[in-house]
């Protein structure tokens, strides 16, 4: 639940794609050799989604985790934690945390049923239309509602678990139908060549890559981690922050980099050998991102097989992180932690997530939404600071007591 909760179908959206924004950046770059435009363009991807990611999601764990400690009813906002008295902060905070949910889920939404509608049009052999894109909505609305309605055990978790099975099973039958070999060397060499430049990357300002790429990341992982800080904590069954900590920054990087690894170079062999110039295809707009993912599986040995099998994945993968913010911002909803979110409350929250996202495809606002959600993530910053200060107070005050 922890993965499934954090990440969603973006991943394995991002991990066969993203290199190439980077490769196009990067190829003019008279400073690099070829070799090395190659090894950022595969290393960004896995810097993106891994370590800072899920550091970033562990501050409201732990600011959250401890003030329930010294305080078990306070609510699971940002005013709650941060135990606001003033009703007009104690409205402002409720309406960032709610916003930054719905804008970090928004973009995830808003990429992937794109995604998912131009797998089923491949997969069932017709044209992707306006009414396709309207039943993959549908479709999918009404799997991440039930799920949501019927809660965590029953719903979430399931799917969670079916969907964790699937994914490794889907990304070893890939690297084994694939290049292997070309896959495991150029992985181990992107992860050395990765923890070498991991600082230089955290630092690097005024670049392309950081203004157009990096802050967009950081603003979205801003956005999505009281949503993930919050389930986290509601799923956390009594362990202590430190295996919290360790579990999501071991369980989600790693999970992240075996996917990022394999489909990223499955894409980068196919450029490599002429079979599918995915730079050039992006740079001139031959087709679509989505519609290069599903020319990158059918490029495999059995590869409709493995579109079907991927497109079950994506689909239950968005159900499930969806679930998890519908169930957040029922449980938000409560004036105490103790407190659970009614069915209804739940239900209704995962219909209105995906209304947002759905507007914002068909007025094709995405994009905008993206830096729509870096200027609302700036607030963002000013809020972990507190969340770093109650972090400090509350072990102070647990440590006295």
Not at 233 to 247: D, H, P
């Amino acid at each position: 639940m922890l993965f499934a909760a954090g990440i969603g179908a973006t991943l394995l959206y991002w991990s066969t794609v993203e290199w190439i924004d980077y490769y196009n950046i990067l190829k003019n770059d008279t400073n690099l050799t070829s070799k090395e435009v190659l090894l950022y363009s595969r290393s960004y991807p896995i810097f993106h989604w891994t370590f800072t990611a899920w550091a970033i999601y562990c501050l409201p764990v732990i600011a959250f985790g401890l003030a329930l400690t010294v305080k078990p009813d306070s609510s699971l906002t940002f005013s709650g934690i941060l135990g606001i008295e003033n009703n007009i902060f104690r409205f402002v905070l409720d309406v960032l945390f709610i916003g930054a949910i719905i804008c970090g889920s928004g973009v995830g939404l808003g990429l992937s049923f794109p995604l998912i509608s131009s797998v089923i049009s491949k997969i069932l052999m017709i044209e992707r239309t306006f009414t396709l894109d309207i039943f993959t909505i549908i479709f999918c609305s009404i799997i991440f509602a039930t799920s949501a309605y019927v809660g965590v055990q029953n719903g979430i978790k399931r799917l969670s678990n079916l969907n964790m099975t699937l994914v490794i099973m889907f990304l070893f039958i890939v690297l084994f139908l694939g290049p292997t070999n070309y896959i495991l060397k150029n992985s181990f060499e992107t992860l050395g060549f990765l923890a070498n430049n991991y600082i230089q990357m955290s630092l690097a300002t005024g670049t392309e890559i950081s203004l157009d790429w990096s802050v967009f990341y950081w603003a979205w992982w801003y956005a999505l981690a009281p949503m993930v800080g919050t389930f986290l904590v509601n799923i956390s069954n009594n362990k202590t922050l430190r295996e919290i900590i360790f579990g999501a920054l071991l369980i989600g990087s790693l999970g992240c980099i075996l996917s990022m690894t394999i489909l990223s170079n499955i894409s980068i062999s196919l450029f490599e050998q002429e079979i599918i110039n995915a730079p050039n295809i992006i740079e001139n707009k031959i087709l679509s991102r989505a519609d290069l993912v599903v020319s990158t599986i059918l490029s495999l040995n059995f590869g409709f097989p493995l579109l079907v099998i991927f497109a079950f994945i994506i689909i239950i993968f968005l159900c499930t992180t969806y679930d998890s913010a519908s169930y957040v911002l029922a449980s938000a909803s409560m004036k105490k932690s103790s407190m659970t979110g009614s069915k209804s409350l739940r239900l209704i929250f995962a219909l209105l997530l995906v209304v947002q996202p759905t507007l914002l495809m068909y007025l094709n606002g995405v994009d905008s939404f993206k830096w729509i959600m870096v200027i609302f993530s700036v607030p963002l910053l000013f809020i972990n600071c507190l969340l770093i200060y109650s972090i400090l107070k509350n072990v102070y005050r647990i440590k006295e007591s």
